[in-house]
């Protein structure tokens, strides 16, 4: 697929840049495995300052960034500005704290018959990073904060249709500091991801994306014998309980589900609501849903732009008319609108049984999928009846009830009362077929370290 910037708001072609030549790529190569020794012998304090110069860039330029994701994918440009702050602050929060989390940890030394001994964490090398264009900024940060703080070398392989995205990030980091070689992007195609990943100076990688991509990605890397992250999406559950604050629980519902055009991994996807507060929580929710606005996403007052391909219209057109011809009901949408661009209106479907696609697969865009559920046993049974398992949301004010979710929900992470999203302070990652390994916290900066163990005698 060619790389370009592919304007979703009106389906032109913007800009178009060809692939690297496999000349050009062994440079970069040959580049980032140079510059390994150098830098993991920086120190964190260096570290930090190139970090903190390149976030306060971020910050200095956020309009324009901003601008620059909602031409080439579509998302309104208040969640755009959002994504360029929020990743500053992962920028500065791992300038502040790795240190701290990779500092030494001390071990019993008497018990093992040493004077000492203690286990640290060392950077592995050079990484590869597969992304995602959804949150082209968000999800390549996740990575690059904590992999260049531990002292890694980084080479980003970005989606086809964000290249300009990719290409800023290789230059910020520049411009703050980062030396030569440390980060780079590479404008590839997904058909030279496997000799980058076979090559023997590449140690490990990262992917965010489709199902297919991450089993790619780790079948390669497991005859290379390579570590790997992956985190691979979700179909989300957003469980209402009789106890719950509807009216608050229907407007996060909406927000979880038309967030970034309802494009995002950790969206609430299937909303499965008791049935003693169904007929009430769907009124608020379709209510809330049929208000948005949608339209040209650099418009402040627009709720929801369109999604970022043509192929991800046709294949919520593809899912939503197997639902409709096999009995769903349609409460709201269901049909393109007309006109340029890649526009979906936002949609709830509900009598979704498991003869239908939308059941088992993940949906990316703003349809919503409502079913009815007898008690708690069946919430959870109906939760936890996908292939995936990434975020989760629980909504009641009873204990007994949290605690159950809590317990039983099969994810990744568990959201009480309030929308499922990522913080730098909280590990993100899934278990099934949503990938494995974590991002952020503590644990994410330690994925791609080599724990050793050193014993004196």
């Known amino acids: 697929m060619a790389i370009a910037t592919i304007n979703p708001t009106t389906g032109e072609t913007e800009r178009t840049f060809d692939n690297l030549s496999d000349d050009e790529l062994e440079h970069k190569l040959a580049r980032a495995a140079a510059a390994v020794e150098d830098y993991r012998r920086t120190s964190f304090a260096e570290r930090a300052r190139w970090v903190r110069a390149a976030a306060d ?15 080439e994918m579509g998302k309104t440009v208040a969640a755009a500005e959002a994504e360029v702050a929020k990743c500053a602050r992962a920028m500065r929060y791992y300038a502040d704290n790795a240190a701290e989390f990779l500092a030494d940890e001390p071990a019993d030394a008497p018990a093992v018959g040493a004077s000492r001994a203690f286990a640290r964490y060392e950077p592995l090398g050079v990484v590869l990073a ?11 940060m996740r990575f690059i904060a904590p992999a260049l703080m531990a002292g890694n070398v ?12 990719a290409l800023y990030l290789e230059d910020v980091l520049r411009r703050g500091g980062i030396p030569d070689g440390v980060f780079q992007t590479l404008l590839v195609s997904s058909q030279q991801v496997e000799s980058i990943l076979r090559d023997e100076r590449v140690a490990a990688a990262t992917l965010t994306g489709s199902e297919p991509a991450g089993r790619s990605v780790a079948a390669i890397s497991a005859d290379e014998v390579k570590h790997t992250v992956l985190e691979l999406g979700g179909s989300d559950p957003f469980v209402v309980m009789p106890s719950a604050d509807l009216n608050q629980a229907a407007e996060i519902a909406v927000t979880s589900r038309t967030q970034n055009n309802g ?82 209106p936002p ?4 009598d979704i049984d498991e003869s239908m696609r939308i059941y088992s697969e993940e949906v990316f865009g703003p349809v919503a999928c409502l079913y009815r559920v007898a008690d708690i046993d069946e919430a959870i049974e109906v939760a936890n009846a996908t292939s995936f398992g990434l975020g989760s949301n629980a909504w009641t004010s009873d204990d007994a009830e949290q605690c159950r979710f809590i317990a039983d929900l099969q994810a990744g992470a568990v959201f009480i009362n309030g929308m499922t999203t990522s913080y730098p302070q909280l590990p993100f990652g899934g278990i099934k077929r949503s990938g494995y390994g974590r991002e952020l916290s503590a644990h994410g900066i330690r994925e791609f370290c080599n724990i050793k163990t050193v014993w004196i005698g």
């Open 347 to 350: 949609t709830v479907l509900d």
């Open 263 to 344: 494009q995002s991994c950790i969206a609430a996807k299937r909303f499965i609501v008791h049935r003693d507060v169904y007929e009430d929580f769907t009124r608020l929710f379709v209510s809330r849903m049929e208000a948005l606005r949608v339209g040209d996403p650099k418009d402040p007052q627009t709720d929801v732009g369109p999604v970022a391909t043509e192929q991800g219209r046709k294949d919520l057109e593809e899912l939503v008319a197997d639902a409709v011809a096999r009995g769903a009901n349609v409460r709201l949408g269901g049909q393109r609108q007309s006109g340029p661009g890649w526009f979906y």
């Open 154 to 165: 980084g080479l980003l392989k970005h989606a086809y249709n964000v290249p300009q995205t």
């Open 130 to 140: 597969v992304m995602p264009w959804n949150f082209p900024l968000w999800q390549a």
């Open 57 to 71: 860039l971020l910050d200095e330029e956020s309009v324009d960034t901003a601008q620059l994701m909602t031409t």
